[in-house]
């Protein structure tokens, strides 16, 4: 009998959904409009709705600044606690070594992820600063790098 409890247990866990956030850096606020042949035709707003729809089993928060220490303050607030971050720090991505130092103080794991492929671009897009504290990186696929992400912690 008790092998059996110790058999439902294991195989039935307790379901606790992901805690994850999506923190997007300056000028993402205005996806939809900003330079579509680059960033596409749809606000972030839509697309975060989309998302939550998709992965009803994840916890999504989506937080959006264009301020560089409000972004290392969320970093901070959010990274001893969440199960993941999302984080396109933008054009922070390659000027900040603090928002970088931040990604590596905090233990909840970070994906670095980018809509555009920055490799494909100007030289000084090639550098970043959140990628050595980063679990991983994804750039390149359209607003679908932050499906990626997601399906990077739910796997
Ligand atoms: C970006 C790429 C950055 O170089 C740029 O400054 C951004 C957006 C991207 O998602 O492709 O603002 O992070």
Do not use: C
């Not at 937080?63 to 199960?83: A, L, P, R, T």
């Amino acid at each position: 009998m008790i092998t059996s409890a110790f058999f439902v247990l294991e195989k039935y866990p307790t379901f606790t959904s992901m805690k994850l956030i999506i923190i997007n850096g300056p000028n993402l606020n205005l996806l939809g409009k900003r330079e579509p042949e680059v960033y596409g035709n749809t606000t972030f707003e839509d697309y975060f709705k989309q998302l939550q729809e998709k992965f009803p089993q994840a916890e999504l928060e989506y937080y959006q600044s264009n301020i560089e220490g409000e972004i290392i303050g969320k970093i901070q607030e959010v990274g001893f606690d969440y199960d993941g971050i999302i984080l396109n720090a933008a054009a922070y991505t390659h000027t900040s070594v603090g928002i970088g130092d931040a990604v590596k103080a905090v233990t909840t794991p970070v994906v670095e992820v980018h809509i555009s492929n920055t490799h494909k671009r100007e030289e000084y897009r090639h550098v970043s600063y959140i990628s050595p504290g980063a679990k991983g990186v994804i750039l390149g696929f359209g607003l679908q790098s932050y499906d990626l992400a997601i399906r990077s912690f739910l796997s």
